[in-house]
């Protein structure tokens, strides 16, 4: 079946989606983004965290065929520009970063928090990550990451 | 792919399409469809039925009526006044990410003896609006689990919404799982002291075949609170340990992965005092719910 939908901004109309098709399936391989990652396939890791019309979700949690009309942001779109988001460059800058594999779903949940919560404390930060796994880092440099956004962004105008 | 866009449609494309598996925020569903052990034909699209995603007051208030498709985000953000226990569940489902997209209803469809909202439907003794092209039933949240996984829909039914009492006095909600998030509970518990009625309310979750309501834990609070609800202060220390006791036996927990049947029985134990001594506290101090 077909699927209509807002990318990051470009709309695209997809033929020949499987019914059952998770949307994370369908953004890695009908519309070619690889950022969003594939790891747990549950909704236990995080990684595929995307936007569906503004809200956090797991992609792997979405049929595809759901999204039809809606409008979907993944990690490669949070930049409007087309470049770094500041969240991307803190995580860049505080070594929040080993094999890499969760950062993309990292940074999308950093990147809702900080919208809702310009100025998070740790605890509100472990909270509203606890739905994203990292097997390398320990987590501090990433808490390190949001906060030095959070400072960076909140110091903008 | 079935995508009805009102109530009345859902119905009718849920009784000419049986094989269809209803789907809205996929938390379940889709983790089967993934895993491979579940492949429905089609799926039955809830996401874009109108005014299935929101909450009112029915009964001249005294009840919320939580509309199928509203997410446990939205019942933390809206509902901890009225229905403290359920927000209080709702907070240790999953992740954001999960309470962004789960709904109470999915998790009544589910009917897992795990489910977190469960506890605290039986402790407020809800009522699940069942229905479809024949009509609309009220299914009581004690009729409602009849087996592991399975419950009293019938295969042409879709829950419309879930009906819970506005609290009239403290509830609390507790769990036990390996960490804060992420978890399925190893067991859980919730406790309603219904002071307009009066009446104690239990739920018990994780430690039986279907959640359970712990009845002679029920009985024997309400026998103890008797005419003393306005001075819970005069409630024997004793009473917390026994009303523990009788929440365990109330239990018929198996050994698995999460966790043995002896733990359980002795968490629920630990759970259902502590549950007490902070509902008594609320009561002590006032805290009742507007």
Known sequence: ?157 | MLRPSSWRGAMLLRSQYPDASPICGGTDLMVDINFGRARPATLLDLTSVEDIDSWELIDDGRTVRIGAGMSYTRIIDELSGLCPALAQAARTIGSPQIRNRGTVAGNLATASPAGDSHPVLLACWAQVEAESVRGLRLIDIDDFFVGPKRSALEPDELIRAVRVPAATGPQQFAKVGPRNAMVIATVSFALNLDTATPRVGTGIGSAGPTPLRARAAEQMLQDSLDDRWDAPGSVDEDVGRQFGALVAEAASPIDDVRGSAEYRRHALAVLGRRCLSWALQDLGEGEVAA
């Open chain 1, 1 to 157: 079946m077909r699927v209509n939908v807002t990318v990051n901004g470009v709309a695209h109309s997809v033929d020949h989606v499987w019914a059952l098709e998770s949307l994370l399936d369908f953004l890695r391989e009908r519309v070619g983004l690889r950022g969003t990652k594939n790891a747990c396939e549950q909704g236990e890791c995080g990684s595929c965290s995307v936007y569906v019309d503004g809200v956090l979700v797991c992609s792997c949690l979405v049929a595809a065929v759901q999204v039809e009309g809606r409008s979907v942001v993944t990690v490669e779109g949070l930049d409007s520009g087309g470049g770094m988001h500041p969240v991307q460059q803190a995580f860049l800058d505080a070594g929040a970063v080993q094999c890499g594999f969760c950062t993309p779903g990292m940074v999308v949940a950093a990147h809702c928090l900080l919208a809702d919560n310009p100025d998070p404390d740790d605890l509100t930060v472990r909270e509203e990550l606890s739905g994203n796994l990292c097997r390398c880092t320990g987590y501090q440099k990433i808490l390190d990451a949001v906060h030095l956004a959070a400072e960076r962004t909140g110091a903008a105008p």
